[in-house]
């Protein structure tokens, strides 16, 4: 199964071309040799835009096309990165997966991107945080147990509430990954480092078992959260008093 990858939930924009292997193709490969992942990597593009995440994105699929040696035609699926991120990235990413799935007829399956980074670090001897960069003084935080379930997040909070939070949760983690990891107050956990061609493998491993099942996708859901900064405008209130 040919799949794109695709997220722009930080400033970094990444655009990918995988293939997953079916079912009985992972299971004579696991026969044939050592442990090897469910998918690989044709090719992959990134380019860090803080703000020019439309602009970037597609160039950046088509690229990495191009050098996977693949169309858009051939793809028999699209996953893309559904946050925590914000408000503007995650759109331009999400509306771009959905526009494309929709001309192509294929699924468009979306994908926490902290569970994404978290299934390229899998398996892990122990538990697992994940911190990204909220920006306004906080972080993104998601805990993972050693078997890969997640238990904590994705939520928002201060550097300083992490501790609490993982207390909360139950979770002492033995290792932390992500561009926040520096940002935590005092961190004394390893920091991991994702493999290169993250984050188009991990979305798509982490969307392995709807994707060869076929099962129907859910709607693209954003993980803003937080509350756009933009709003309505209330009412005018007259000059007059009335």
């Known amino acids: 199964m040919l799949v794109l990858a695709l997220d722009t939930s930080t400033p970094e924009v990444t655009a990918g071309v995988v293939a997953l292997r079916s079912p009985h193709e992972l299971i004579a490969a696991l026969q044939a040799g050592p442990a090897v992942r469910p998918a690989t990597v044709l090719a992959q593009r990134k380019a860090v835009a803080p703000l020019g995440h439309a602009e970037k994105l597609m160039p950046l699929v088509s690229e990495a096309l191009a050098a996977a040696g693949h169309t858009l035609r051939e793809l028999d699926a699209v996953v893309v990165g559904i946050g925590p991120g914000p408000f503007t990235g995650l759109r331009v990413g999400m509306v771009t997966g959905a526009a494309l799935a929709d001309a192509l007829d294929v699924p468009v399956h979306g994908v926490p991107g902290h569970d994404g980074l978290a299934r390229t670090l899998h398996p892990l001897p122990g538990e697992l945080l994940v911190v990204t960069d909220a920006r306004r003084r906080e972080v993104y935080v998601s805990g993972y147990r050693a078997d ?53 493998l991990g979305l798509v491993e982490a969307a392995a078992t709807p994707l060869l099942t076929g099962a129907l996708p859910g709607p693209l859901v954003p993980l803003y959260l937080r509350r756009p900064d933009a709003t309505v405008p209330g009412a005018r209130k007259s000059v007059l008093g009335r």
């Not at 928002?156 to 290792?175: K, R, S």
């Not at 004394?188 to 188009?200: E, F, K, W």
């Open 148 to 200: 890969g379930r997640r238990a904590l997040g994705p939520a928002v909070v201060a550097p300083a509430a992490v501790p609490e939070l993982l207390a909360e949760h139950g979770l002492t983690p033995t290792h932390v990954a992500g561009a926040g990891a520096a940002l935590l107050i005092a961190p004394d956990l390893p920091v991991l480092t994702p493999p290169a061609d993250a984050p188009a």
